[in-house]
Nanobody, 115 residues
Framework: QVQLVESGGGLVQPGGSLRLSCAAS????????MGWYRQAPGKQRELVAY???????NYVDSVKGRFTISRDNAKNTVYLQMNSLKPEDTAVYYC?????????WGQGTQVTVSS
């Protein structure tokens, strides 16, 4: 199936920005809708945003206007541009197919928003 490797997380202050990348292996990548999920300690994993193969997108209300998901099918890569970050955005961020997670979960990338 599809292997997924997330990167780009880090520590930022509230109001800062990060750009996450998800590198997918497999020539079948371009047919899947892909999403970014996040999981904070003690909380359920949450689907934050997803993008169809043709480029249409969906976002959870809490990130609308702040996050932008995009994909480059030629590079088998999905991105999440995160602006105006808030402490409540702190979580491990994962990518997978969406809205159903059909692939194997990767290690994720840690995003910490703190002053």
């Amino acid at each position: 199936q599809v292997q997924l490797v997330e990167s780009g997380g880090g520590l930022v202050q509230p109001g800062g920005s990060l750009r996450l990348s998800c590198a997918a292996s497999g020539s079948i990548f371009s047919i899947y809708a892909m999403g970014w999920y996040r999981q904070a300690p003690g909380k359920q994993r949450e689907l934050v945003a997803y993008i169809f193969s043709g480029g249409s997108t969906n976002y959870v209300d809490s990130v609308k206007g702040r996050f932008t998901i995009s994909r480059d099918n030629a590079k088998n890569t999905v991105y999440l541009q995160m602006n105006s970050l808030k402490p409540e955005d702190t979580a491990v961020y994962y990518c997978n197919t969406a809205p159903e997670d059909l692939g194997s979960w990767g290690q994720g990338t840690q995003v910490t928003v703190s002053s």
